[in-house]
Every structure is written in structure tokens, then in C-alpha cells.
């Protein structure tokens, strides 16, 4: 089923206010006192709402065949879960929540126990839920739904802002107020100080954790170091030149040819890899001192997922297939296997205890004003490399089914992006059945 924005929202929002209550009832017999339970204080927990919507548009095609429903539905909400605590953490630098008491956990952050609960709820949610939420939506008249989620979506977004300002105060203890102070007046300072003040009470009460003091980084005035932005754009960079690299040469010793494996129009650069590369290595920094087999675990569990969501949403977006595992043993839907699941793990050993310590090294021996000039320069090439490729790729798609080029962007990108051209730059891309 194909479903609109304002259906995705609604069954966002749906399926967070759930996971709120559950969350909350949990909590509540647990501690024998209401708990509140989320990031955010209204009563929504995000990571079951975003779970939800994943299975809902990255599963669509599996609907069918439940043992694949499952597993699919089991994955997505295992790694929303995990990359959401990985993601706390790096936050606030403690666990927000931990499994370590369970049997077959992983990281403290899931379990098998809770991803087997996942699956079978996954496929309750899609085969009977969804339909439900749905026809529940369209009750509403559509105005009114519309104005509903818009003013849902405003809230939770001041929401977030909030309860990220709280978690920084917890951290960090707001050493900026009095500047802020100075440049909004006092009233405005109070409210907002009252309004953080709260959320971080409420945290507090809910995950005791985040009020530890975190642990402290020294800074030692290098260029991109530790684990922040100027080191992940590197990274990203580094990884879909070297991604596209080592496809090319893949593709050259196991099939004999030369091919482009470029996801963008301008240079050899894999889009897939490099936020791969980056995504790992924010989420599994921490964990570079473990042991390999945890890193390759991650790196086959995540690695699959995440190509799986890329091949759904590239098809969604630009109606094109740009690989197909079908002929390959233990495949799902043709988007990922077993085998290169594998890879994956390996890649992420490999990336993690070999490559990544080196790279870094030399990253961080770029000079400091040069390393953020250069970063700039190359971000602002990159996200003009993005959209023209996005724009090319559109029009592709349109060429396809016999749309003509109205605007003078669509006329610009059949003149210099032609079929030929696309061709030769995606040379795998076949329109999706």
C-alpha cells in the first residue's frame, strides 16, 4: 500500500502515542509511580512512531510473505532501537536504557527477546493495524486532518528543541544563559529557563542516568578531532571515493567489465558507502575497542538494513532498481543477501580496527584553517553534486514514462543528462516493475 504524507504522519504520531503508553505503563508498575516516559514530554515516544513508518514504507513489498514481513519488521524496529540509543548516548554520554540483564542482549541496547516482540507486533501493525489507523484518519474531513497533523508536527518539533536544550543543560549546565540574557531580555530568558528547567526534571525522574556527570573530552586544538562533524564529512567523502572504488574493481574482477558505480553525476563518489561510513563510524566509535566479532555482528546486522532501505527509497523516489540480488542465494525481495550481508561485516572490521585509526591520523594532520576551509568548499560541491544527480535522475525517471520537460530545469537536464548519459553513469538503473 502506497501511503500519502499525512497518512505516514498520522500513523506517526498513532503509533508513538502507543509506545507512549506502554512505555509508560511499564515504567510506572515498575518504579510504583507515573513515569513519563520518552525523549520529548508530550506523551509520544518518537522511536515506536518511526519505527512504525519504516516498516510501513520500506515493507510494503513483503506484505504477502509473513516469515519475511517479520524478519523485515523485526530488523528495522532492532536497529531504530539501537541507533536510537547510540544515539542518546553520544548525546549525554550514558545509556539511556540497558538489556545487559538479559539473555542474548547486544550492547545493552536490544535483545532477542524484544526483537522476536518487534516482528510479531510489526506484522500485527501492518496486516491489521495499519488499515485501521488509516480508515480512522479519513473520518476526519481532510482539512481538519491536515490542520491536526500540521499543528502535531509544530508542537513536536518545539518539543524536541526543548528536551535537546534540557539534555544540553543536564551536560553542560547552560554556561551560555547569561548571553542569551542579554540578547532576548529577561522575560524571554525566564520562560525558556523555566520551560528546559522542567523537561530536564522530568527526564530525570524518567532516566536517572542522564543526570551522571558524562565523562570529559580533552581538547587539544586539532583539526576534526574526536568524533565530530568535520571528521564525519571527511570520512563520508574518503568513504564513497573509496566505496566507488572498490565497487569498480569488483564489478571489473568478477564480471570483466569496466562499469560506473557512481551514485552521483559529477565524480566517482558512492553515496551508499560514504554515509555508511560515516553513520558506523558515529554510532560504533565508542565500540572501537571491542572485540571484532561485536563490530562484524553490527556491521552484517546494520549493513544489511541499511542497503535494504536504500534500494526501497531510491525505488520509491526515482522509480529505478539500481541493483537486484534475486539470482543470488538467501536474498530478500532481490535488495540484500546473506553473502554481502556479510561483507558488510567485514568491511566494518575492517574499517573500524584498520582503516578508520589511519585515516583519522591523517585527517587530523590537515591544518586546522585550511581543514575547515576545505570542508566548506567540498560541502557546498557535494550538495550541488546531490542535486543536480537528484534532478537528472528525476527527469530520467519522467523521460521514462513519457513526460516532457516543461520548466527550464527539466530542458537544462535533458540537454546535458540525457538517456545515453545516464546510462553510462548508472549503467544497472532498469525502472521498477
Request: charged share 20%; glycine share 8%.
Amino acid at each position: 500500500m502506497n501511503y500519502t504524507f499525512f497518512e505516514l504522519a498520522w500513523l506517526f504520531f498513532a503509533y508513538s502515542f502507543l509506545g507512549w503508553v506502554l512505555e509508560t505503563a511499564v515504567g510506572t508498575v515498575n518504579r510504583k509511580r507515573f513515569v513519563n516516559r520518552g525523549f520529548v514530554t508530550g506523551p509520544i515516544c518518537m522511536v515506536y512512531g518511526i519505527a512504525a513508518v519504516g516498516m510501513s514504507v520500506f515493507l510494503w513489498e513483503l506484505t504477502d510473505t509473513i516469515p519475511a514481513l517479520f524478519l523485515g519488521c523485526a530488523v528495522i524496529a532492532t536497529a531504530t532501537e539501537w541507533f536510537a540509543g547510540k544515539t542518546l548516548e553520544k548525546m549525554n554520554r550514558k545509556k539511556w536504557w540497558d538489556y545487559s540483564h538479559k539473555r542474548w542482549n547486544f550492547d545493552g541496547y536490544i535483545c532477542l527477546s524484544y526483537s522476536i516482540l518487534w516482528g510479531i507486533l510489526g506484522v500485527l501493525a501492518i496486516k491489521i493495524v495499519n488499515p485501521m489507523m488509516v480508515s480512522m484518519y479519513h473520518v476526519l474531513p481532510q482539512v481538519a486532518g491536515e490542520i491536526l497533523l500540521w499543528v502535531l508536527m509544530g508542537i513536536t518539533v518545539l518539543d524536541v528543541i526543548a528536551s535537546g536544550a534540557a539534555v544540553s543543560r543536564l551536560k553542560r549546565d547552560m554556561p551560555r544563559v547569561r548571553h542569551f540574557h542579554r540578547r532576548l531580555g529577561t522575560i524571554t530568558v525566564r520562560f525558556g529557563n523555566w520551560i528546559v528547567t522542567h523537561v530536564s526534571r522530568r527526564m530525570v525522574r524518567a532516566y536517572p542516568v542522564v543526570e551522571e556527570k558524562a565523562e570529559t573530552v580533552e581538547k587539544e586544538g586539532k583539526f576534526a578531532e574526536g568524533c565530530g562533524f568535520y571528521k564525519l564529512f571527511w570520512l563520508f567523502f574518503i568513504g564513497a571515493f573509496l566505496g566507488d572504488l572498490v565497487e569498480t574493481i569488483f564489478c571489473r574482477l568478477t564480471a570483466g567489465v569496466w562499469m560506473s558505480r557512481s551514485s552521483l553525476v559529477w565524480g566517482p563518489f558512492s553515496i551508499v558507502w560514504g554515509l555508511a561510513i560515516a553513520i558506523a563510524t558515529a554510532l560504533m566509535y565508542k565500540d572501537k575497542d571491542k572485540p571484532d566479532r561485536h563490530i562484524f555482528f553490527v556491521g552484517t546486522f546494520l549493513g544489511g538494513a541499511y542497503e535494504y532501505i536504500c534500494s526501497v527509497f531510491t525505488e520509491i523516489v526515482f522509480g529505478k532498481v539500481f541493483w537486484d540480488y534475486s539470482a543470488i542465494p538467501f536474498n530478500l525481495g532481490g535488495r540484500i543477501n546473506l553473502l554481502y550481508c556479510f561483507f558488510w561485516g567485514i568491511a566494518a572490521v575492517v574499517w573500524i580496527k584498520l582503516l578508520y585509526p589511519k585515516i583519522s591520523w591523517l585527517i587530523e594532520k590537515i591544518p586546522k584553517k585550511a581543514g575547515v576551509a576545505a570542508t566548506w568548499v567540498l560541502v557546498v560541491f557535494m550538495t550541488a553534486n546531490v542535486v543536480m544527480s537528484v534532478g537528472a535522475l528525476v527527469r530520467y525517471d519522467a523521460r521514462s514514462r513519457g513526460i516532457a520537460a516543461d520548466s527550464r530545469w527539466e530542458q537544462y537536464m535533458d540537454e546535458h543528462y540525457d538517456d545515453e548519459t545516464m546510462k553510462r553513469i548508472y549503467p544497472n538503473a532498469v525502472d521498477a516493475g
